[in-house]
Protein backbone atom coordinates (compact mmCIF):
# COMPACT_ATOMS: atom_id res chain seq x y z
CA UNK A 1 0.00 0.00 0.00
CA UNK A 2 1.43 3.34 -0.97
CA UNK A 3 1.49 5.82 1.70
CA UNK A 4 0.47 8.84 1.17
CA UNK A 5 -0.75 9.92 4.55
CA UNK A 6 1.43 13.12 6.13
CA UNK A 7 2.61 13.39 9.10
CA UNK A 8 1.19 15.82 11.17
CA UNK A 9 4.65 17.71 12.64
CA UNK A 10 3.12 20.39 15.40
CA UNK A 11 3.03 20.54 18.51
CA UNK A 12 1.48 22.59 21.29
CA UNK A 13 3.76 24.20 23.51
CA UNK A 14 2.23 26.42 26.66
CA UNK A 15 -0.90 26.63 24.74
CA UNK A 16 0.83 27.50 21.29
CA UNK A 17 1.46 25.58 17.90
CA UNK A 18 4.74 25.52 16.72
CA UNK A 19 5.58 24.15 13.41
CA UNK A 20 6.98 21.34 14.26
CA UNK A 21 9.18 19.87 17.79
CA UNK A 22 12.57 21.13 17.35
CA UNK A 23 14.02 24.32 18.74
CA UNK A 24 17.36 25.41 19.34
CA UNK A 25 18.69 26.61 22.74
CA UNK A 26 19.49 29.52 24.46
CA UNK A 27 23.45 30.33 23.89
CA UNK A 28 23.85 28.07 21.41
CA UNK A 29 22.36 30.13 18.37
CA UNK A 30 22.71 33.63 19.32
CA UNK A 31 19.64 35.78 18.17
CA UNK A 32 18.99 33.81 14.91
CA UNK A 33 21.48 35.47 12.41
CA UNK A 34 24.39 33.41 12.91
CA UNK A 35 23.42 29.90 10.63
CA UNK A 36 21.44 31.73 8.34
CA UNK A 37 23.18 29.71 5.50
CA UNK A 38 22.35 26.47 6.68
CA UNK A 39 19.32 27.51 8.56
CA UNK A 40 16.32 29.82 9.08
CA UNK A 41 14.85 30.46 12.45
CA UNK A 42 11.70 29.97 10.97
CA UNK A 43 12.32 26.36 10.03
CA UNK A 44 12.27 25.83 13.42
CA UNK A 45 9.38 24.91 16.08
CA UNK A 46 11.03 27.59 17.60
CA UNK A 47 14.26 29.41 18.32
CA UNK A 48 15.18 30.03 22.31
CA UNK A 49 17.82 32.95 21.71
CA UNK A 50 20.82 33.91 23.90
CA UNK A 51 19.83 35.30 27.59
CA UNK A 52 18.96 39.16 27.82
CA UNK A 53 19.36 40.83 30.78
CA UNK A 54 18.20 44.38 31.54
CA UNK A 55 21.15 45.99 31.65
CA UNK A 56 24.23 44.57 28.50
CA UNK A 57 26.75 42.13 30.12
CA UNK A 58 30.41 41.77 29.71
CA UNK A 59 30.09 38.17 30.51
CA UNK A 60 33.64 36.15 31.66
CA UNK A 61 37.05 36.20 30.67
CA UNK A 62 38.31 34.19 28.22
CA UNK A 63 39.52 30.98 27.93
CA UNK A 64 35.82 30.32 28.23
CA UNK A 65 35.85 27.28 26.24
CA UNK A 66 37.27 23.59 26.84
CA UNK A 67 36.77 20.24 25.31
CA UNK A 68 35.59 17.07 26.73
CA UNK A 69 34.83 13.97 25.95
CA UNK A 70 31.78 13.87 23.40
CA UNK A 71 31.53 17.51 24.70
CA UNK A 72 32.16 20.85 25.81
CA UNK A 73 32.93 22.75 28.82
CA UNK A 74 31.71 27.00 28.71
CA UNK A 75 31.90 29.75 30.96
CA UNK A 76 30.18 32.07 28.80
CA UNK A 77 28.89 34.13 32.08
CA UNK A 78 25.64 35.22 29.84
CA UNK A 79 27.19 38.35 27.76
CA UNK A 80 24.91 39.93 26.21
CA UNK A 81 23.66 43.35 24.74
CA UNK A 82 20.53 44.19 27.13
CA UNK A 83 16.47 43.21 26.44
CA UNK A 84 16.39 46.60 24.85
CA UNK A 85 19.18 46.15 21.96
CA UNK A 86 17.22 42.52 21.03
CA UNK A 87 13.80 44.30 21.46
CA UNK A 88 14.78 46.97 19.22
CA UNK A 89 16.93 45.13 16.70
CA UNK A 90 16.60 41.12 16.40
CA UNK A 91 13.55 40.70 17.74
CA UNK A 92 11.28 42.16 14.88
CA UNK A 93 13.74 40.76 12.21
CA UNK A 94 13.05 37.48 13.68
CA UNK A 95 9.26 38.21 13.60
CA UNK A 96 9.27 39.17 10.12
CA UNK A 97 11.05 36.35 8.82
CA UNK A 98 7.64 33.93 11.12
CA UNK A 99 10.22 33.02 13.56
CA UNK A 100 8.36 31.73 17.00
CA UNK A 101 10.94 33.63 19.58
CA UNK A 102 11.27 32.31 22.64
CA UNK A 103 13.15 35.00 24.73
CA UNK A 104 15.98 33.52 27.45
CA UNK A 105 15.88 36.09 30.33
CA UNK A 106 18.35 36.18 33.20
CA UNK A 107 18.93 38.61 36.25
CA UNK A 108 20.70 39.47 39.35
CA UNK A 109 17.43 39.80 41.12
CA UNK A 110 13.74 39.12 41.10
CA UNK A 111 13.35 42.79 40.45
CA UNK A 112 15.62 42.48 36.97
CA UNK A 113 13.50 39.59 36.07
CA UNK A 114 10.43 41.26 36.54
CA UNK A 115 12.09 44.60 34.69
CA UNK A 116 13.20 42.36 31.99
CA UNK A 117 9.52 40.66 31.52
CA UNK A 118 7.99 44.10 31.40
CA UNK A 119 9.30 45.29 28.32
CA UNK A 120 8.67 41.53 26.44
CA UNK A 121 5.15 42.07 27.27
CA UNK A 122 4.42 44.80 25.24
CA UNK A 123 6.30 42.98 22.12
CA UNK A 124 5.48 40.06 19.92
CA UNK A 125 7.92 37.77 21.53
CA UNK A 126 5.88 34.64 21.87
CA UNK A 127 7.27 33.00 25.25
CA UNK A 128 9.21 33.80 27.64
CA UNK A 129 11.85 31.42 29.13
CA UNK A 130 13.02 32.53 32.69
CA UNK A 131 16.78 30.93 32.88
CA UNK A 132 17.44 30.36 36.88
CA UNK A 133 19.49 27.81 36.52
CA UNK A 134 22.88 29.65 34.71
CA UNK A 135 26.21 27.59 36.16
CA UNK A 136 28.37 30.42 35.31
CA UNK A 137 27.39 33.07 37.74
CA UNK A 138 28.43 34.01 40.96
CA UNK A 139 25.64 32.47 43.86
CA UNK A 140 23.43 30.17 44.22
CA UNK A 141 21.07 29.95 41.27
CA UNK A 142 17.34 30.44 42.15
CA UNK A 143 17.03 27.54 40.21
CA UNK A 144 18.34 25.20 42.86
CA UNK A 145 15.94 26.59 45.32
CA UNK A 146 12.14 25.00 45.08
CA UNK A 147 10.77 28.29 46.95
CA UNK A 148 12.43 30.70 45.56
CA UNK A 149 11.72 29.05 41.84
CA UNK A 150 7.76 29.28 42.85
CA UNK A 151 8.18 32.89 44.20
CA UNK A 152 10.28 34.29 41.72
CA UNK A 153 7.77 32.14 38.82
CA UNK A 154 4.61 33.49 40.78
CA UNK A 155 6.13 37.38 40.44
CA UNK A 156 6.76 37.07 36.55
CA UNK A 157 3.08 35.23 36.03
CA UNK A 158 1.68 38.20 37.49
CA UNK A 159 3.13 40.63 35.25
CA UNK A 160 2.19 38.69 32.23
CA UNK A 161 0.06 36.90 29.90
CA UNK A 162 2.92 35.46 27.66
CA UNK A 163 3.30 31.93 28.46
CA UNK A 164 6.71 31.12 30.99
CA UNK A 165 8.81 28.62 30.77
CA UNK A 166 11.32 28.16 33.70
CA UNK A 167 14.86 26.43 32.42
CA UNK A 168 15.91 24.09 34.88
CA UNK A 169 19.37 23.47 36.17
CA UNK A 170 20.42 19.57 36.68
CA UNK A 171 22.68 20.61 39.52
CA UNK A 172 20.28 20.09 41.73
CA UNK A 173 19.40 16.95 44.70
CA UNK A 174 15.55 16.85 42.93
CA UNK A 175 14.77 17.91 40.02
CA UNK A 176 11.52 16.95 40.47
CA UNK A 177 10.71 19.21 43.48
CA UNK A 178 12.31 22.56 41.23
CA UNK A 179 9.70 21.35 38.25
CA UNK A 180 6.64 20.97 40.63
CA UNK A 181 7.68 24.53 42.50
CA UNK A 182 7.88 25.95 38.93
CA UNK A 183 4.49 24.82 38.07
CA UNK A 184 2.41 25.79 41.63
CA UNK A 185 4.08 29.00 40.96
CA UNK A 186 1.69 29.67 37.61
CA UNK A 187 4.55 28.66 34.62
CA UNK A 188 3.09 27.15 31.19
CA UNK A 189 6.20 24.90 30.63
CA UNK A 190 9.44 23.46 31.97
CA UNK A 191 12.40 23.28 29.77
CA UNK A 192 15.74 21.15 30.72
CA UNK A 193 18.40 20.36 31.11
CA UNK A 194 20.47 23.50 31.43
CA UNK A 195 24.08 22.40 32.00
CA UNK A 196 25.53 20.72 34.57
CA UNK A 197 28.95 22.04 36.27
CA UNK A 198 32.42 20.54 35.41
CA UNK A 199 35.40 21.56 35.14
CA UNK A 200 39.09 20.83 33.31
CA UNK A 201 42.72 21.42 34.34
CA UNK A 202 45.68 21.53 32.29
CA UNK A 203 48.63 19.24 33.73
CA UNK A 204 51.26 21.31 32.29
CA UNK A 205 50.53 25.19 33.08
CA UNK A 206 48.23 23.57 36.85
CA UNK A 207 45.53 25.53 35.42
CA UNK A 208 41.81 25.41 35.20
CA UNK A 209 41.29 25.31 31.18
CA UNK A 210 38.51 27.73 32.03
CA UNK A 211 39.28 31.71 33.41
CA UNK A 212 36.13 31.18 35.41
CA UNK A 213 37.51 27.73 36.74
CA UNK A 214 34.02 25.90 36.49
CA UNK A 215 31.65 25.73 33.69
CA UNK A 216 28.94 24.08 32.27
CA UNK A 217 28.72 20.81 30.29
CA UNK A 218 26.65 20.53 27.33
CA UNK A 219 26.52 17.68 24.08
CA UNK A 220 26.14 13.77 23.70
CA UNK A 221 28.59 13.02 27.67
CA UNK A 222 25.38 14.68 29.53
CA UNK A 223 22.53 12.86 27.02
CA UNK A 224 21.74 10.06 29.32
CA UNK A 225 21.33 12.26 32.39
CA UNK A 226 19.31 15.19 30.28
CA UNK A 227 17.17 11.92 29.49
CA UNK A 228 16.56 10.17 32.96
CA UNK A 229 16.05 14.00 34.01
CA UNK A 230 13.30 14.71 31.64
CA UNK A 231 11.73 11.15 32.62
CA UNK A 232 11.34 12.00 35.63
CA UNK A 233 10.17 15.53 35.07
CA UNK A 234 7.54 14.65 32.63
CA UNK A 235 5.76 11.83 35.14
CA UNK A 236 5.62 14.45 37.65
CA UNK A 237 3.94 17.87 35.92
CA UNK A 238 1.12 18.65 34.33
CA UNK A 239 2.58 21.14 32.12
CA UNK A 240 4.61 21.02 28.61
CA UNK A 241 8.06 20.06 28.93
CA UNK A 242 10.37 20.89 26.71
CA UNK A 243 13.70 18.70 26.66
CA UNK A 244 17.29 18.64 25.80
CA UNK A 245 20.75 18.11 26.33
CA UNK A 246 23.20 16.71 24.23
CA UNK A 247 21.24 15.99 21.52
CA UNK A 248 22.91 15.68 18.43
CA UNK A 249 20.65 13.57 15.66
CA UNK A 250 17.26 12.67 15.16
CA UNK A 251 17.48 9.81 17.03
CA UNK A 252 18.62 11.25 19.95
CA UNK A 253 14.80 13.45 19.74
CA UNK A 254 12.79 10.64 19.21
CA UNK A 255 14.26 9.20 22.64
CA UNK A 256 13.85 12.37 24.37
CA UNK A 257 10.39 12.74 23.54
CA UNK A 258 9.90 8.90 24.54
CA UNK A 259 11.08 10.02 27.45
CA UNK A 260 7.96 12.48 27.85
CA UNK A 261 9.62 16.05 26.70
CA UNK A 262 6.21 17.61 24.68
CA UNK A 263 9.37 19.48 22.38
CA UNK A 264 12.92 19.07 21.83
CA UNK A 265 15.99 21.66 21.93
CA UNK A 266 19.46 21.60 20.33
CA UNK A 267 22.36 23.02 21.24
CA UNK A 268 25.75 22.13 21.70
CA UNK A 269 25.42 19.40 18.86
CA UNK A 270 24.96 22.45 16.44
CA UNK A 271 28.76 23.10 16.83
CA UNK A 272 29.13 19.03 15.93
CA UNK A 273 26.46 19.67 12.52
CA UNK A 274 25.27 22.65 12.12
CA UNK A 275 22.81 21.59 10.13
CA UNK A 276 21.53 19.12 12.80
CA UNK A 277 18.02 20.88 13.33
CA UNK A 278 16.97 20.08 9.61
CA UNK A 279 18.51 17.03 10.19
CA UNK A 280 16.27 15.94 12.75
CA UNK A 281 13.31 17.39 12.05
CA UNK A 282 13.27 15.52 8.83
CA UNK A 283 14.41 11.99 10.60
CA UNK A 284 11.31 12.38 13.16
CA UNK A 285 9.27 13.04 10.31
CA UNK A 286 10.69 9.80 8.42
CA UNK A 287 10.32 7.66 12.02
CA UNK A 288 6.35 8.68 12.07
CA UNK A 289 5.83 7.19 8.60
CA UNK A 290 8.00 4.29 9.33
CA UNK A 291 5.93 3.65 12.39
CA UNK A 292 2.83 4.88 10.76
CA UNK A 293 2.10 7.66 13.34
CA UNK A 294 -0.12 10.49 12.06
CA UNK A 295 1.22 12.70 14.41
CA UNK A 296 4.64 13.51 15.89
CA UNK A 297 3.30 14.17 19.56
CA UNK A 298 2.56 10.35 19.32
CA UNK A 299 5.95 10.09 20.35
CA UNK A 300 5.43 11.72 23.65
CA UNK A 301 5.81 9.91 26.38
CA UNK A 302 5.35 6.28 24.35
CA UNK A 303 8.58 4.53 26.53
CA UNK A 304 7.49 0.92 27.26
CA UNK A 305 8.74 0.41 30.85
CA UNK A 306 7.04 -3.40 30.91
CA UNK A 307 10.32 -5.76 30.59
CA UNK B 1 29.99 29.59 4.82
CA UNK B 2 29.69 26.77 3.38
CA UNK B 3 29.03 23.05 5.39
CA UNK B 4 29.72 20.47 2.95
CA UNK B 5 32.06 17.29 2.57
CA UNK B 6 35.10 17.63 0.48
CA UNK B 7 37.57 15.06 -0.49
CA UNK B 8 41.16 15.27 0.54
CA UNK B 9 43.93 14.69 -1.67
CA UNK B 10 47.14 15.21 0.08
CA UNK B 11 48.05 15.15 4.10
CA UNK B 12 52.19 15.81 3.94
CA UNK B 13 54.43 15.74 6.69
CA UNK B 14 56.51 19.22 6.76
CA UNK B 15 58.66 18.91 10.08
CA UNK B 16 59.30 15.62 11.30
CA UNK B 17 59.93 17.22 15.28
CA UNK B 18 57.58 19.67 14.81
CA UNK B 19 54.89 17.29 13.52
CA UNK B 20 53.48 20.14 10.93
CA UNK B 21 51.33 18.98 8.20
CA UNK B 22 49.83 19.79 4.87
CA UNK B 23 46.43 19.52 4.24
CA UNK B 24 44.54 19.82 0.68
CA UNK B 25 40.94 19.56 -0.30
CA UNK B 26 39.63 19.51 -3.63
CA UNK B 27 37.24 21.80 -3.40
CA UNK B 28 36.31 24.54 -5.68
CA UNK B 29 33.12 25.56 -3.58
CA UNK B 30 35.79 26.23 -0.13
CA UNK B 31 38.00 28.03 -2.42
CA UNK B 32 35.79 30.68 -4.48
CA UNK B 33 35.14 33.02 -1.83
CA UNK B 34 38.19 32.54 0.88
CA UNK B 35 40.20 35.29 1.72
CA UNK B 36 43.52 35.28 3.00
CA UNK B 37 43.31 34.99 6.95
CA UNK B 38 39.61 33.55 7.02
CA UNK B 39 39.40 30.14 8.56
CA UNK B 40 37.57 26.56 8.21
CA UNK B 41 36.48 24.45 10.70
CA UNK B 42 36.85 20.96 10.61
CA UNK B 43 35.05 18.07 12.29
CA UNK B 44 37.68 14.83 13.54
CA UNK B 45 37.35 11.99 14.23
CA UNK B 46 35.25 10.92 11.65
CA UNK B 47 31.94 9.45 12.97
CA UNK B 48 32.98 9.36 16.34
CA UNK B 49 31.18 12.45 18.01
CA UNK B 50 34.26 11.80 20.95
CA UNK B 51 35.44 15.39 19.67
CA UNK B 52 32.43 17.22 19.46
CA UNK B 53 33.88 20.40 18.70
CA UNK B 54 35.26 20.89 15.00
CA UNK B 55 38.85 22.39 14.76
CA UNK B 56 39.66 25.29 13.19
CA UNK B 57 42.67 26.28 10.59
CA UNK B 58 43.13 29.29 8.99
CA UNK B 59 43.54 28.97 4.76
CA UNK B 60 47.27 28.37 4.18
CA UNK B 61 46.17 29.29 0.76
CA UNK B 62 43.64 28.66 -2.19
CA UNK B 63 43.68 28.11 -6.18
CA UNK B 64 40.47 27.62 -8.11
CA UNK B 65 39.96 23.92 -7.36
CA UNK B 66 41.77 23.44 -3.98
CA UNK B 67 42.22 24.58 -0.54
CA UNK B 68 45.11 24.14 1.66
CA UNK B 69 45.78 24.02 5.32
CA UNK B 70 48.53 23.46 7.69
CA UNK B 71 48.21 22.59 11.41
CA UNK B 72 50.69 20.81 13.48
CA UNK B 73 49.69 17.98 16.15
CA UNK B 74 48.67 19.69 19.58
CA UNK B 75 46.19 17.33 20.69
CA UNK B 76 43.78 14.06 20.39
CA UNK B 77 42.24 15.80 17.63
CA UNK B 78 45.02 16.64 15.37
CA UNK B 79 46.75 13.16 15.63
CA UNK B 80 43.50 12.05 14.08
CA UNK B 81 44.28 14.27 11.43
CA UNK B 82 47.65 12.97 11.20
CA UNK B 83 46.20 9.91 10.30
CA UNK B 84 43.71 10.93 7.18
CA UNK B 85 44.78 9.60 4.01
CA UNK B 86 44.20 10.91 0.45
CA UNK B 87 40.60 10.41 -1.10
CA UNK B 88 39.06 10.24 2.55
CA UNK B 89 36.21 12.83 3.13
CA UNK B 90 35.69 15.40 5.76
CA UNK B 91 32.96 17.69 6.92
CA UNK B 92 34.19 21.55 6.40
CA UNK B 93 32.44 24.56 7.72
CA UNK B 94 33.62 27.80 5.58
CA UNK B 95 35.40 30.11 5.06
CA UNK B 96 34.52 32.14 8.08
CA UNK B 97 35.66 34.83 10.16
CA UNK B 98 36.97 38.31 8.93
CA UNK B 99 40.29 38.14 7.60
CA UNK B 100 43.68 40.63 6.32
CA UNK B 101 42.59 43.57 4.70
CA UNK B 102 45.21 42.82 1.73
CA UNK B 103 45.63 46.01 -0.45
CA UNK B 104 48.29 45.45 -3.28
CA UNK B 105 48.67 49.53 -3.42
CA UNK B 106 50.56 48.96 0.03
CA UNK B 107 53.73 47.44 1.10
CA UNK B 108 53.02 44.85 3.95
CA UNK B 109 55.65 43.51 6.16
CA UNK B 110 54.44 39.62 7.64
CA UNK B 111 55.41 38.61 10.66
CA UNK B 112 54.97 34.99 11.89
CA UNK B 113 55.55 33.06 14.49
CA UNK B 114 56.02 29.19 14.50
CA UNK B 115 52.23 27.73 13.37
CA UNK B 116 51.08 31.38 13.33
CA UNK B 117 53.05 31.40 9.80
CA UNK B 118 50.14 29.88 7.67
CA UNK B 119 47.77 32.38 8.60
CA UNK B 120 50.44 35.43 7.11
CA UNK B 121 51.06 32.51 4.12
CA UNK B 122 47.62 33.19 3.01
CA UNK B 123 48.36 37.19 2.83
CA UNK B 124 51.46 36.07 0.79
CA UNK B 125 49.74 34.64 -1.63
CA UNK B 126 47.61 37.34 -2.33
CA UNK B 127 50.38 40.05 -2.12
CA UNK B 128 53.59 38.35 -3.31
CA UNK B 129 56.08 40.76 -4.13
CA UNK B 130 54.68 43.72 -2.80
CA UNK B 131 55.27 41.91 0.92
CA UNK B 132 57.97 40.16 2.84
CA UNK B 133 57.99 37.79 5.31
CA UNK B 134 60.12 37.42 8.93
CA UNK B 135 59.12 34.92 10.07
CA UNK B 136 60.67 33.31 13.97
CA UNK B 137 60.86 29.72 14.98
CA UNK B 138 62.22 27.83 17.84
CA UNK B 139 64.71 26.03 16.44
CA UNK B 140 65.81 24.39 12.40
CA UNK B 141 64.13 21.42 12.54
CA UNK B 142 60.89 23.14 13.01
CA UNK B 143 61.21 26.08 9.98
CA UNK B 144 58.90 25.12 7.56
CA UNK B 145 56.89 26.69 4.58
CA UNK B 146 59.50 29.28 4.09
CA UNK B 147 59.65 27.32 0.08
CA UNK B 148 56.30 28.18 -0.03
CA UNK B 149 56.28 32.38 0.67
CA UNK B 150 59.52 32.23 -1.91
CA UNK B 151 57.30 30.43 -4.99
CA UNK B 152 54.83 33.40 -4.26
CA UNK B 153 57.69 36.13 -4.74
CA UNK B 154 57.59 37.09 -1.18
CA UNK B 155 61.59 37.75 0.19
CA UNK B 156 61.87 35.65 3.61
CA UNK B 157 64.37 36.04 6.33
CA UNK B 158 64.45 33.87 9.33
CA UNK B 159 65.05 33.75 12.92
CA UNK B 160 65.00 30.96 15.35
CA UNK B 161 65.76 31.40 18.94
CA UNK B 162 68.36 28.53 19.10
CA UNK B 163 70.29 29.86 16.60
CA UNK B 164 69.95 26.50 14.33
CA UNK B 165 68.44 27.98 11.37
CA UNK B 166 69.34 31.77 9.82
CA UNK B 167 69.90 34.45 12.87
CA UNK B 168 69.74 33.95 16.81
CA UNK B 169 66.76 35.67 18.15
CA UNK B 170 63.43 36.72 18.23
CA UNK B 171 61.52 37.60 15.72
CA UNK B 172 60.96 41.38 17.27
CA UNK B 173 64.73 42.29 16.22
CA UNK B 174 64.29 41.36 12.55
CA UNK B 175 60.57 43.48 13.29
CA UNK B 176 62.75 46.42 13.99
CA UNK B 177 65.10 46.44 11.28
CA UNK B 178 62.89 46.09 8.35
CA UNK B 179 60.71 49.01 10.24
CA UNK B 180 63.64 51.20 10.27
CA UNK B 181 63.79 51.29 6.35
CA UNK B 182 60.75 52.98 6.38
CA UNK B 183 59.51 51.29 3.44
CA UNK B 184 55.59 49.62 4.99
CA UNK B 185 52.60 50.77 5.35
CA UNK B 186 51.37 48.10 6.93
CA UNK B 187 51.92 44.76 9.18
CA UNK B 188 50.61 41.48 9.75
CA UNK B 189 51.24 39.80 12.13
CA UNK B 190 50.71 35.60 13.67
CA UNK B 191 51.85 34.32 16.09
CA UNK B 192 51.69 33.12 20.02
CA UNK B 193 50.02 36.11 22.04
CA UNK B 194 53.43 37.15 23.85
CA UNK B 195 54.75 37.47 20.20
CA UNK B 196 52.18 39.71 19.01
CA UNK B 197 51.77 41.61 22.20
CA UNK B 198 55.65 42.73 21.76
CA UNK B 199 55.46 43.75 18.26
CA UNK B 200 52.35 45.50 18.47
CA UNK B 201 54.30 47.77 21.62
CA UNK B 202 57.17 47.78 19.11
CA UNK B 203 54.75 49.63 16.20
CA UNK B 204 53.57 52.31 18.54
CA UNK B 205 57.05 53.85 17.40
CA UNK B 206 56.43 53.71 13.80
CA UNK B 207 53.65 55.27 11.87
CA UNK B 208 52.25 52.04 10.10
CA UNK B 209 48.56 50.18 10.66
CA UNK B 210 49.16 46.94 12.13
CA UNK B 211 46.90 43.86 12.32
CA UNK B 212 46.65 41.02 14.43
CA UNK B 213 45.32 37.48 13.49
CA UNK B 214 44.20 36.74 17.09
CA UNK B 215 43.31 32.24 18.18
CA UNK B 216 41.37 31.49 21.22
CA UNK B 217 39.62 28.68 22.19
CA UNK B 218 36.45 28.16 19.69
CA UNK B 219 33.21 26.49 19.51
CA UNK B 220 30.63 26.99 17.34
CA UNK B 221 33.33 29.07 14.86
CA UNK B 222 30.35 31.55 13.43
CA UNK B 223 29.24 33.51 16.27
CA UNK B 224 26.80 32.31 18.12
CA UNK B 225 27.80 30.82 21.32
CA UNK B 226 30.22 33.74 22.50
CA UNK B 227 33.08 31.43 23.37
CA UNK B 228 36.27 32.99 21.57
CA UNK B 229 36.08 36.42 22.68
CA UNK B 230 39.07 39.24 22.57
CA UNK B 231 39.03 42.43 24.82
CA UNK B 232 39.12 45.30 22.25
CA UNK B 233 38.91 49.03 22.89
CA UNK B 234 35.45 50.36 22.67
CA UNK B 235 33.69 53.77 22.73
CA UNK B 236 31.59 52.81 25.73
CA UNK B 237 31.73 53.74 29.57
CA UNK B 238 33.99 51.22 30.86
CA UNK B 239 36.46 51.41 27.41
CA UNK B 240 35.99 47.95 25.70
CA UNK B 241 34.11 44.91 25.03
CA UNK B 242 34.28 41.34 24.25
CA UNK B 243 34.32 40.61 20.39
CA UNK B 244 34.23 37.12 18.34
CA UNK B 245 37.58 35.94 17.36
CA UNK B 246 35.67 33.75 14.82
CA UNK B 247 33.08 36.70 13.59
CA UNK B 248 34.33 39.80 14.01
CA UNK B 249 37.84 38.48 14.34
CA UNK B 250 40.33 37.03 14.16
CA UNK B 251 41.89 39.49 12.03
CA UNK B 252 42.10 42.56 14.64
CA UNK B 253 43.38 46.15 14.18
CA UNK B 254 45.94 45.56 16.69
CA UNK B 255 45.89 49.34 18.48
CA UNK B 256 42.43 48.10 19.51
CA UNK B 257 43.52 44.96 20.94
CA UNK B 258 43.55 45.34 24.76
CA UNK B 259 46.53 42.72 25.71
Known sequence: MENTKKVDMTVDIAGIRLKNPVMTSSGTCGYGRDYLDIWSPAELGAIMVKAVSIEPRNGNPPPRIAEIPSGVLNSIGLQNPGVRHFIETDLPWLKSIGATVIVNVVGYTADDYAACVELLDETDADMIELNISCPNVAGKPIGADAKATETLTNQIRNITKKPIIIKLSPNVTSITEIALAAEAGGADAVSLINCPMGMRININTRKPMLANITGGMSGPAVFPLALRMVWQTANAVNISVIGGGGIVKWEDAVEMMMAGADAVFIGAGLFYDPASPLKVIEGLEKYCCDNNLSNVNMITDSLITDR | ?259
Not at chain 2, 159 to 168: H, N, Y
Not at chain 2, 197 to 208: I, M, Q, T
Open chain 2, 1 to 259: MLDITAKVIENRLLSEKGRIYSLTLDSPELSKDCLPGQFYEIKVGGLDSRFLLRRPFSVAFCDDKTVTIRYNVVGAGTEWMSGITPGQMLDVLGPLGRGWPVDKTKKTLLVGGSTGIFSVLGAASHLGDKSRAVLGFRSCDLVNSVEDFKAFGVPVSIITEDGSSGRKGLVTELVKEELDKNEYDTVFICGSTLMMKSVAELLKDYDVDCYVSIEERMACGVGACMGCVVKIKADNEQGWEYKRACAEGPVFNAAEVIW
